[in-house]
């Protein structure tokens, strides 16, 4: 079966500090990976979308990059974070153009930027 | 643009009750998936159900049930014999069959299920 693991699950960081999270999916091969932010209480915000390694689509301009260096791990960076970069991360993954097509989601990490 | 609404940003519902959740989408795409998820305090988000547009028959997972109506661009979650831990916030998620890759979410609807 597939699983999808996300860490560290919190983080609290000072501002200007960089940020790496990680995301990796086992149990599948070439998986779309997906970054959404979340603030509380509110929806959904897709930051980036990946549909193979090296291959990143950006839909939100700000400090945040995305990168994936192996087809199951996506990683979201920042060089120096904002207060406005808090919120709860989550990873997501799906498989592409199959009657399943579904997107499963990871346990999220909670940013906390002070 | 496709887009997806839920109209009812909070609900309640007494224990044992059955509820509906709301959600309506605009696409002109005839091939689709639909989804509802589920997010309990932990946030972490859980897929409840899923529907494909070309099956006409509504999906059923247990207590949850979903009222597909294509025509009208209407998907709603009817939750059967709520339960306490039935709380949470509920996401209707709606993605094209093909040419693109991003998942569309509503804003969600917060339900409390009451002792």
């Known amino acids: 079966s597939q699983t999808i693991h996300q860490w560290p699950a919190t983080l609290v960081q000072p501002v200007g500090s960089p940020l790496s999270l990680e995301c990796t999916v086992e149990?599948?091969?070439?998986?779309?990976l997906y970054w959404y932010r979340q603030a509380a209480g509110r929806g959904l915000q897709l930051l980036f979308y990946?549909?193979?390694?090296?291959?990143i689509s950006s839909e939100v301009p700000q400090n945040l990059s995305a990168s994936r260096p192996q087809d199951r791990q996506f990683i979201l960076s920042s060089k120096k974070l904002l207060l406005s970069d808090s919120g709860f991360y989550l990873c997501?993954?799906?498989?592409?153009?199959?009657?399943?097509?579904?997107?499963?989601f990871g346990p999220g990490t909670r940013l906390l930027v002070l | 643009a496709q887009t997806v609404t839920q109209s009812q940003p909070e609900m309640s519902v007494q224990e044992a009750e059955t509820v509906t959740l709301s959600c309506t989408y605009d696409?002109?795409?005839?091939?689709?998936?639909l989804f509802w998820y589920k997010q309990p305090p932990s946030r972490q988000m859980i897929l409840v159900i899923r529907?494909?547009?070309?099956?006409?028959q509504n999906a059923t997972e247990n207590r949850f049930s979903v009222n597909f109506q294509k025509a009208a661009k209407s998907f709603s979650l009817k939750i059967s014999d709520s339960q306490l831990g039935d709380t949470a916030m509920y996401f209707c998620?709606?993605?094209?069959?093909?040419?693109?890759?991003?998942?569309?979410f509503g804003t969600g609807t917060r339900l409390k299920v009451l002792a």
């Open positions: 529907q494909e547009a070309y099956k006409q």
């Open positions: 997501a993954w799906s498989v592409r153009g199959t009657s399943l097509e579904t997107q499963y």
């Open positions: 696409t002109s795409e005839s091939n689709y998936y």
């Open positions: 149990g599948t091969s070439n998986p779309n």
């Open positions: 998620a709606f993605i094209a069959a093909s040419g693109t890759y991003k998942y569309i």
């Open positions: 990946s549909v193979g390694i090296g291959q």
